[in-house]
Structures are given as C-alpha cells and as structure tokens.
C-alpha cells in the first residue's frame, strides 16, 4: 500500500501537466531547453564554455548521443564553498538536442549559476 501512494501522486501531477516523467524521475532538474543543433557541436560548445570558469569532466557515449557533461566549481581555498551540477546532452529527432541542467550537490540554489549555464546553453544552442 505504500507504494502505491508515490505512484498515484506522480501520476496525479503528470495528469495535471505540471510535470513531465522525466522531471518525477529526475526531481534535479533546473532547467530544460531543445535546441535546433546537432549533439556534437552543442557538447562541444557547453565543454568549452564552462571549462573557462569551472572543472568540467565531461563523459559521452557517442552511439546513444547522450553527453553527461559534470562540471564544479573551482576551489581557491580550503573554505570555498563548491557546488556540482550537470549537462545531460541527448540528440533528440532530427538535428534538435534537448539539454537538461541539474544540481548534484549544493548547500543552497544560486540563481546567478542557473541565469549563467542557460545563457551559455542558448548561445551554444545558436552555434556562437
């Protein structure tokens, strides 16, 4: 019975379009976006940007067209906070691949953090 409690309330907030499955599987999500691109320029592109201002480690498995690009904040000092979070690139239908943004660990949400990854996203999602 108590199983069956979390499976009626995903499907309640699926039915009620507030929610996509991905988001139930995957509560991290801070933002999504599909860009007209093809997968290998758009990795590209968020691997070079970030690793400018941040450690980037990125893993890609080039049959699935997937891309789980892990990046954290560089440390100065024994007391800077650090934060990680990543890009999940996958090519979607056609040349559009959808890029979703997650936190993996953080002591709070930095809204700044979260403005910067999606613009550097839609820039690479225009081939700049």
Known sequence: MKSVIPIAAAVAALAAGCTTS??????????RATYPVEFDALTDCLVRRMS??????PQIDPRERLAIITV??????????????????????????EVRFRRIAAVFKNANLIS????????CGRGA
């Open 52 to 57: 400018q201002d941040y450690d980037v480690a």
């Open 116 to 123: 910067k990854t999606r613009a550097i996203a839609d820039r």
């Open 22 to 31: 991905d988001d139930v599987r995957d509560p991290l999500v801070l933002w």
């Open 72 to 97: 954290t904040t560089k440390s100065i000092g024994v007391s800077d906070f650090v934060e990680r979070f990543d890009f999940v690139v996958k090519q979607g239908s056609n040349a559009n691949t």
